[in-house]
């Protein structure tokens, strides 16, 4: 397939920073929470808590920590109250930057956005001002193991966008309603083990700046992440 993304060496980089795993479980808990509070706990009926169950697998977490965080939204052992919050602002070189968070507290959330932000160059946007430039799809990241037309057919006839064919595994894009279905069928290929699996945000057109800028912008990046409240930062760097 025609293009070339940067998706798979991004993914790779964030995963050999990001050390803390325990905080990483902990956020993906989070989101397997508000997925699961209100209904049964069955990923089955339930296409939104499957997708962050699949997210959670993806990043190896393990099957107790997922267990856990259904029984306690379905079990109404947890008291908390989150609500999906995003800001849109700009990093470094004018990079656009979209952060999703849950919080239980919108006022320090903002705050420690905001605050992030302008310490490291950047600013907070208005509603709409970047999530444009974003758009939501799902995406799939094998080892390169089985023969490149058995994994395009079986993509493409299941519904998947775009196949990217790199040296040692194929990056999969799908619409986010037709994700599971492409997963299932490449699991029924015999895959068990994905690079990457989830429903995320991808940027339409990246930008390319000078090396000190962008090594500004991907420490932005890592501090948001770190912030407690935020489950995902976006931008159109090219890296």
């Not at 962050?52 to 052992?77: C, F, L």
């Not at 940027?203 to 407690?228: F, H």
Request: charged share 30%; aromatic share 6%; with cysteine.
């Amino acid at each position: 397939m025609s293009g070339h993304s940067k998706w798979a060496t991004i993914h790779r980089k964030k995963g050999e920073l990001d050390a803390a795993r325990g905080k990483v479980f902990q956020k993906i808990a989070k989101e397997i929470y508000v997925a699961a509070r209100g209904t049964n706990g069955d990923p089955d009926s339930n296409p939104g808590l499957r997708a962050v169950i699949e997210k959670a697998r993806g990043n190896n977490m393990p099957k107790d920590n997922i267990q856990k965080a259904i029984d306690k939204a379905v079990g109404n052992n947890g008291t908390e109250n989150y609500e999906q919050v995003r800001y849109e602002g700009y990093g470094p070189g004018g990079v656009a930057m979209m952060i999703d968070c849950l919080t239980d507290n919108r006022n320090r959330t903002a705050m420690l956005v905001r605050s992030t932000l302008t310490k490291k160059g950047g600013n907070l946007g208005t509603d709409g001002s970047v999530s444009y430039l974003f758009e939501r799809k799902g995406v799939i990241v094998i080892d390169k193991t089985l023969d490149e037309d058995t994994v395009m057919m079986t993509a493409l006839d299941n519904g998947a966008e775009d196949i990217i064919v790199n040296d040692d595994n194929y990056e999969i894009y799908t619409l986010p309603e037709s994700f599971l279905k492409v997963k299932d069928s490449l699991e029924a290929l015999g895959i068990k083990e994905f690079i990457t699996s989830e429903i995320t945000f991808i940027a339409k057109n990246s930008i390319e700046l000078e090396e000190e800028v962008t090594e500004k912008v991907m420490e932005l990046a890592l501090q948001l992440e770190d912030l407690d409240d935020v489950q995902n930062v976006y931008h159109n760097l090219s890296i």
